[in-house]
C-alpha cells in the first residue's frame, strides 16, 4: 500500500503532457491553458490618457491656487475621448477642455477634474493647486511595451481575455483537452433510462464522473459500460486506449472473485503503477500504464470512486496541461470537533465556512453517497493520529 | 449615492425572476439550476446489498468464533453482484459466498469479510464473531424510497447528476440561462483585429464582460460598440432590450460631456433605479428599468468595469435563477497590512491565502488592470473606517 503523494508521483513519472495546441477565439479561452508567452505589442494606454472629466494643464501654472484667488487660464480647445491625438499646444497660460481617456497633449502634465474649475469654456478659473501627474495616465501605465502579459501555461480567465483584447488580439493558442474514456464495470450494472431489474443497479458513476470531467473542461471521448468479463473489459480497454489521455475504469479493483481488473493488466502486459493506496474510501484505487497511456481505476462505490477522482484526476489533469492552478483547491483550517483516529489515511466529507470545519450530523459510511451534497470538502486526515477540536487539517474541496 | 447593498435590493425589487424552463440531459446539467423537487422512485440501494467480498452469515451464528475455534458453515452457494435476488434459503449453519454489491438472501443479516474466513467453497470457517448489520448495506441505506433527493432551484453540480442516474433519471428540467446583451459604449473604442487609430484604443470590455457571463452559464445574445452618440446609444437600446433579460452597457455613465448613457434613459422614458454608489471604482454606475427590462450600466474603465460587474451581476444573477449558491463568494479574512482610511467604500484587489489576506506589492490606481492577475479577490472596504494588520475583513474572491 503507497501514500496518496508517491501514488501521484508514479503516474506523473510515466504520463506524458499535453502537446496538442489549437486555436480559440479569445471569447471561448476562458478555463484554457496558454501555450505561449505573449508580450504587449501596444502600450496600455499608448497615449497620455484623461483620467478624469476636467482641463488639461500644465501644473506649475496652477501653483497657489485656491477657491479665493483662482487662476484663469484660456481655454483653447475641447478633446474628447475618441478624437486623435494632437501635437504640441503652445501652452503658457492656456488649458484644453478634456474628457476621461481622451488624449493628452504635449506640454500639459495633468488633468484638473471639472469640480475643482468653474466649468469655463473659453477661458476657466482653477480652485486648487494639482501636481504633475495628476488624473494623468501615462504611456504604458497599465502595460507597457513588450510587457510579458501572459505566460506559456497560464490558466486564462475572463479579465484575461480583456487583456488580450486590449492589445488587438482575438485568437490565442491553448492546449487542446486532455482525452478522457470511461469504462464503468461491474454486471450489476444498467444503463438509467432502462428498466430496473431484480438484483441490478443504475450505475451512476459513469455520469458523475463524465459530468465532473467534462466540467472541467475534459472530452470524454467514449463512456461504456460492461459487466464483469476478463473478454470483454480486456477487448474494450484495447480497442479504446488509443483514443485517450487517460483511460478511468471503475469497479472491479478489489479482492473479490470477480475483481477482474489486476487480471486484465497483466494480461494486457500492461505495466502496474500501484494498487492499494492508503486511502479511505477507495483503498483499492489502481493505476497501469498500457500502450503509453496511464490507466487510472476507481473503486466501484459511487462515494469512494468520487473520492479516488478527486484525489487523483486533477493532479493528473493539473501534470498533464502544465498548469498546477488546475488542481484541486485546498485550505487550512480548524476542526470544531474531534476526529476519530483511523488506522488508514481518511478523506472525510465536511462543511467548512470561514476557517472552520465541521463533519455535519450526517452519515459518514462510504455506502452513502446523497449526502455529499450537504459537504463542500473533504477533510484529510492523516492515518493513526488523534485529531482535536481546534486542531488545524487540510481539505480540499468539491470541484464541480 | 447609495449603498451598494440599497442599489441591490432596488434592482431586485423589479427585475422579473426566470420562468423560462428546458429540458437537458443530466450529462449537460452540472452548473444549472433544477425547477422542480425530486423524490427517489427507487431506494439505493434496492436490495440489501453485500458491502464486502466475504460470506453472507446469520449473525449470531458466528457467535464465540475465533481462530483457534473457528465456527465452520456450509456455503450452499455464491453470489455476485448482478446476480437476481433470491428467496428465503433455510440457513441453520449454512452461508453464502457473497461479492461486494450482491444480493443478500434472507434470512442473512450480515456479511464477514473473506479476510476473516479460511475462504472455503464448499464449508467456511469464521475466525470472528460479527454483529447483525455488519457490512449489510440496508434497503434505502443511501436514499430512501421517496425521498427528496433534489430540491426545486438547487444549483446541480457532478454528484448530484450521479444520485439522479442512480435513480434511472437521465434527464431533467432546469431553468434557461439568463439573456444577456452587452453594449460598450465610447468614441475611443474599436474593435480588437482592427488596425489601431490615433486616439482610440482596442475594447476590452465588451470581452471581459461576455467571458465572464458565458462562463458563468449566461447567454450572450448581443454584443456590440457604438460611439458617443446619443441616437446610436438610444437606437441600440430599443432594438435590443427585448431579446435579452439584462441589457449591461459600459462607459458613458459618469459627468464628462459625452457622457448620454443618463440621457439617453431619461429621453426613453425609463425608470432610473440608481446612478452613483458608495464604492469606488466604479461610482458612477448606474442602474435603470426600460421595457420591464433591467438595465445596468457600468463604468467605463476596465478595472471599474470589472468590480461594477462583480459587485452586480453575480447578485442579479442569484436573484434571476432563484440562486443564493450562485452568489460571488466570500470569506471573512484577517488583514495583514493597514488599509488606508478611505471616503467612500472601497473594493481593493488582493490575494488570500488561508484566512490571511495581502495587497500585494502592486500598483492600485484603477486605471490599471493587468495586474489584478496577480490577486484572487477583492476586499470589501468600508468607508471612513481605519482597518489595520489583524483586523478582520469580507473578501470576495474573483470568478471566472
Request: proline content about 6%; aromatic content about 2%; overall charge negative.
Given at each position: 500500500m503507497i501514500e496518496v503523494e508517491k501514488a501521484r508521483e508514479k503516474i506523473q513519472h510515466v504520463l506524458a503532457q499535453q502537446k496538442e495546441v489549437e486555436t480559440v477565439s479569445i471569447l471561448e479561452a476562458a478555463g484554457r491553458v496558454c501555450t505561449e508567452d505573449i508580450y504587449a505589442k501596444?502600450?496600455?494606454?499608448?497615449f497620455p490618457r484623461a483620467g478624469m472629466d476636467g482641463y488639461a494643464i500644465?501644473?506649475?501654472?496652477?501653483?497657489?491656487?485656491?477657491?479665493?484667488e483662482p487662476i484663469c487660464l484660456k481655454v483653447t480647445e475641447t478633446i474628447f475621448a475618441g478624437d486623435a491625438e494632437q501635437a504640441f499646444i503652445k501652452a503658457h497660460g492656456t488649458a484644453v477642455r478634456i474628457m476621461t481617456g481622451a488624449p493628452i497633449p504635449k506640454p500639459y502634465d495633468a488633468v484638473i477634474k471639472q469640480e475643482w474649475t468653474d466649468y469655463g469654456e473659453t477661458q476657466v478659473n482653477i480652485y486648487r493647486e494639482i501636481t504633475s501627474g495628476r488624473n494623468y495616465g501615462e504611456v504604458g501605465e497599465d502595460v507597457y511595451l513588450n510587457q510579458k502579459i501572459i505566460s506559456k501555461y497560464q490558466l486564462l480567465n475572463s479579465r484575461t481575455v480583456g487583456i488580450l483584447a486590449a492589445q488587438g488580439i482575438t485568437e490565442i493558442k491553448v492546449l487542446a483537452p486532455i482525452k478522457v474514456g470511461i469504462l464503468a464495470t461491474g454486471s450489476e450494472l444498467i444503463s438509467p433510462g432502462s428498466p430496473l431489474v431484480s438484483g441490478k443497479i443504475y450505475d451512476s458513476n459513469l455520469y458523475t464522473l463524465a459530468s465532473l470531467i467534462q466540467t472541467s473542461g475534459g472530452k470524454i471521448v467514449f463512456k461504456e459500460y460492461c459487466s464483469d468479463d476478463i473478454g470483454e473489459i480486456s477487448r474494450i480497454i484495447q480497442e479504446k486506449v488509443?483514443?485517450?489521455d487517460l483511460l478511468i475504469t471503475t469497479g472491479?479493483?478489489?479482492?473479490?472473485?470477480?475483481?477482474y481488473i489486476p487480471h486484465v493488466i497483466q494480461q494486457l502486459e500492461g505495466e502496474l503503477l500501484f494498487h492499494f493506496v492508503n486511502m479511505k474510501p477507495g483503498t483499492p484505487v489502481m493505476a497501469s500504464l498500457y500502450q503509453n497511456k496511464v490507466l487510472l481505476n476507481l473503486s466501484g462505490n459511487p462515494f469512494a470512486a468520487v473520492v479516488n477522482l478527486h484525489v487523483f484526476y486533477w493532479s493528473i489533469l493539473a501534470y498533464f496541461m502544465n498548469c498546477p492552478e488546475l488542481n484541486l483547491e485546498k485550505r487550512t483550517v480548524q476542526l470544531t470537533e474531534d476526529l476519530k483516529p483511523s488506522t488508514l489515511r481518511r478523506f472525510i466529507r465536511a462543511y467548512e465556512e470561514n476557517g472552520f470545519v465541521s463533519l455535519k450530523s450526517i452519515v459518514h459510511y462510504s455506502?452513502?453517497?446523497?449526502?455529499?451534497?450537504?459537504?463542500n470538502c473533504l477533510i484529510d486526515q492523516p492515518a493513526k493520529k488523534q485529531l482535536s477540536k481546534g486542531d488545524y487539517v487540510t481539505v480540499y474541496y468539491w470541484k464541480f
Open positions: 501596444v502600450a496600455v494606454p499608448h500644465v501644473a506649475k501654472e496652477s501653483q497657489g491656487a485656491n477657491p479665493q488509443n483514443e485517450v472491479g479493483v478489489s479482492v473479490g472473485e470477480k475483481d455506502s452513502v453517497f446523497h449526502n455529499t451534497l450537504e459537504t
